[in-house]
Every structure is written in C-alpha cells, then in structure tokens.
C-alpha cells in the first residue's frame, strides 16, 4: 500500500513528537510516525519521568529516617516498598494506545512497524510504503553493553528493567558513574540495597566541573555509596545467588572481585539504528550515532537525524530543540543552525549537580583570564542537614562575563535553569553580585559565589 506524506517520521519519542507538532502546526505538513515499541518514546515511559518518581521516592525515605526526628516528627524508620513504588510510578505513566489515540487526534497518520529506508525519500512501514520529500530519523538510543567476559551469562540490569524490580536487591554493583549510575545508584541505597559504583574515569560525572564532581563525591560517599574510579570490570561470572565481578584497576596493579546480587549497566548508549537499512540510502554513521550537520542534515539530502540517535547531547530538551531546528530547514530557506553553547544540565542526585556553560578546566583550555567566585553554603542547608554543597562561578577577568555556573545543591537543576538566560545575554560576575535575591532560598548562594569573586 502506497502512502504520501510531507514528513515521515521514525520514531515517537521527544524529538519526533515534537518534529511532527511544528511541521503540522507551523508549516501545515501531512505527517506520519512510525514506531516500534514504544510510542511517546523513552522519556515518559522508561527514563526521565518515571526515574525521577522513583528519586522523590528515595528522597522522602532518606528524610524520614535522617531528619524526621530531629525535627520532631515521629515517622521513622522509613520502609520502602519497592513493588508499590513501582506501581506508583506505573501509575504516572500514559497508556500506549492513549499515546496512539493522542497522535490520531492531533492528525497524524501512525504506524505501529519497524522502519526501513528504501532509498532518501521511501520509507517500508510493514506493508505500508510511504513516500515522502522529507525523513527525520528520531528513533532513540539504548543502553550500551560493555565488553565485560561473561555479562551475557550472568543476567543485568538497566534503567529500564531496573524499574520493574519487585524486589529491593540486597547489593548492587552499577557499572558507570554518570547521570544515570549516580541516580539509580543513590536511589536503591536510599532503599536499603548496599551499592557499590565503578567507572574506568578518574571521577564521577566526568562531564561536569572537577570541583562540583568532587563535592557530590563527598557526598554520596558520606551516605555510605562505595565509589571506585579509574577501575574496568574485567569479567563476571554468576556464584550462587550473587554475581562475582573482577575489577582491573587502570593503573595496572592487582585485580580484586566485588560481589553483588545484581548489576545494573550505565556505561553509555548506543543508537537504536538496526533494522534502518541505512546503507540504502547512503546515510553516514559514526561510532556513536547517525553524522549530521549544524541543521541536522545527515549525508543525504532530504534526510535529517535528531535526538539520541546522532549522539550530540543526549538530553530530552535538545531532543525537541534539535527536532524544531531540523523542521525548520526542512521547509524554509536560510533556517537558523543549532547552538549547544549555553546548554543547562543536571544531574539529580541529591545534592544535584547542575551546570551551564564552561567548566574552569575547560576555560583555562580556550585560553579565558579565568576567575573564580565560589560559595559552599545556604542558610537552607540547615533546615535539612546537608553538608557538602557548592555554587561556584566561572569567569572572564578581561571582561568579567560569566562562563559557567555549577551548583551541587537541592534545587540545583531549576537553579542553572533560571541563570542560563544570564549567560546568554553576557551577563558579568559583578551583574551577578549586585543583583537582589530571595532569603532563604538555595539559589542565593549564586548571588554569594559572585560577591566573593576575585
């Protein structure tokens, strides 16, 4: 069956949603999605909705058995449920044929089919071939596997089938010490598993700032999170009811094993690509994902790639912000390129670790007059007995313009938010420090780190 379409789709998750909603809106496009397995993609379903449930859960467990009574509250201790946890967070997820029902209403053809190219403007849907002048490749990533001996026999988890555990592991060994090892890694500690955190890097959160990775080091290591950096796991193999894991140290020196009733994998993605037929029409790939240009453009003309599946940040907001500048190129003349320079991030942890623009490492390397302006503490971290917190500001002596902002603190992801616009907009260290602010709050530590700027 032959179809017609001004924009196909693959894929039905952020970038492609959002690709979809603006080429119908704005430009009066007929679009059709297609989709695999899971319609409104990673994000709602698996990833940053329901991982965030299970974080607040993780938060109030910790709090009732860390401050309630010191407060004066007689709650604890805090016994977590991890199969009504998992319903809850079921609970906050739409059904898949309510996300079909949704798409139809809003106009959009949809088909439920693995997705092959023909050539750069056929798209086989099943039995359905669709053609169309425009193709956006949104089709997501997944969790990589690492070369480990013997991962394969022994069994795993991921972010995703971590969340439907019934039942709380006794130990956890998480490979990886990014967002999502941090993240699950605290959570299940909060719950009552014993974890244990190995990366081959020399620290966790490797993208972020060294000193805000080393204040949230301080701080999921004083929560009892055992933290092994600059270390591979070597090979694995399954002893009773626990696996065995042996751990190569990257300096060379002796190996030694961990054990744990479960591992869960958080070592990187690799991008949901088989099954494309992508050689057909000569779509250029990298190691880490799909090759495009500053408009999103792959090698082939007519054919674009936004979201995780070409691998430049992977991040739900740049999903949908790559998927607009992809549209817009698509249909107008002279579309402005994307621009990652002012990009905020989190990590939510808690404390979380937030960031926007440079690091200082990364200053010193283009050659900025670096100046710092740091502040480790709020009068809000009494209320909650956080000890280890950070806002530190990075800056351009010449000209005094801020670089970068990082923040280990509650909050710390609205907190770089909000002051993104600034580092937009070339707001300097001084602008910073004379600005009012709201007492007490977490964010006027920003305001702290500037006034003490030098």
Not at 71 to 92: F, H, M, Q, T, Y
Not at 99 to 104: A, K, M
Not at 181 to 189: N, V
Not at 315 to 339: C, G, K, L, S
Request: aromatic share 6%; charged share 25%; net charge negative.
């Amino acid at each position: 069956m032959l179809d017609r379409f001004d924009l196909v789709v693959l894929g039905a998750g952020s970038a492609a949603r959002d690709a979809a909603n603006t080429a119908s809106r704005k430009y009066g496009a007929r679009v059709a999605l297609v989709e695999r397995e899971r319609w409104g993609g990673s994000c709602p379903n698996v990833a940053c909705t329901p991982t965030k449930a299970y974080l607040v859960a993780a938060e109030l467990a910790h709090d009732v058995d860390e401050l309630a009574e010191r407060i004066g509250i007689e709650a604890g201790p805090a016994r977590v449920n991890l199969a009504r946890v998992r319903a809850w967070k079921e609970s906050l997820k739409k059904p898949q044929e309510k996300w079909v029902e949704d798409l139809r209403s809003q106009g959009f053809t949809t088909y439920a089919e693995e997705a092959s190219l023909v050539d750069a403007h056929t798209v086989r849907a099943g039995e359905h071939v669709l053609e169309t002048d425009r193709i956006l490749i949104a089709t997501g990533s997944r969790t990589a596997v690492p070369p480990i001996e013997g991962i394969d026999e022994v069994g795993w988890v991921d972010h995703i089938s971590a969340l439907d555990l019934t039942e709380l592991p006794a130990s956890l060994l998480v490979v990886g010490a990014g967002a999502v090892g941090l993240e699950f890694g605290q959570a299940f500690s909060r719950f009552g598993s014993r974890v244990t955190i190995v990366d081959g890097l020399d620290r966790i959160a490797p993208a972020a700032d060294a000193e805000a990775s080393a204040t949230l080091t301080e701080a999921l290591d004083a929560e009892g999170i055992e933290l092994a950096t600059s270390v591979f796991v070597k090979s694995v193999r399954r002893e009773g009811d626990e696996t065995v894991a042996t751990i190569a140290p990257r300096d060379g020196s002796d190996t030694y094993e961990l054990c744990a009733q479960t591992i869960l994998l958080a070592s990187g993605r690799v991008p949901n690509v088989e099954g494309l037929d992508l050689e057909a029409a000569g779509v250029a790939t990298t190691k880490a994902g799909i090759a495009v240009d500053e408009h999103l453009r792959t090698s082939v003309e007519g054919i674009w790639a936004a979201g995780d599946v070409n691998a430049v940040a992977q991040f739900t907001p740049v999903a949908q912000y790559q998927a607009r500048i992809a549209v817009a190129d698509m249909f107008e003349d002279n579309a402005p390129a994307a621009d990652y320079s002012v990009l905020p991030t989190a990590i939510f942890t808690d404390p979380e670790l937030g960031s926007v623009g440079l690091t200082e490492e990364r200053a010193r390397e283009e050659g900025h007059d670096v100046g710092v302006g740091r502040n480790e503490y709020v009068k809000r971290f009494s209320y909650i007995e956080a000890r280890h917190g950070l806002f530190k500001i990075v800056f351009d002596r010449s000209d005094r313009k801020v670089l970068g902002l990082h923040v280990v603190s509650r909050n710390a992801g609205d907190i770089v938010q909000g002051f993104s616009l600034g580092l937009r907009l070339g707001a300097t260290v001084d602008e910073l420090a004379a600005m009012h602010h709201v007492f007490p709050t977490f964010g006027e530590g920003v305001k702290a780190a500037a006034e003490r700027a030098s």
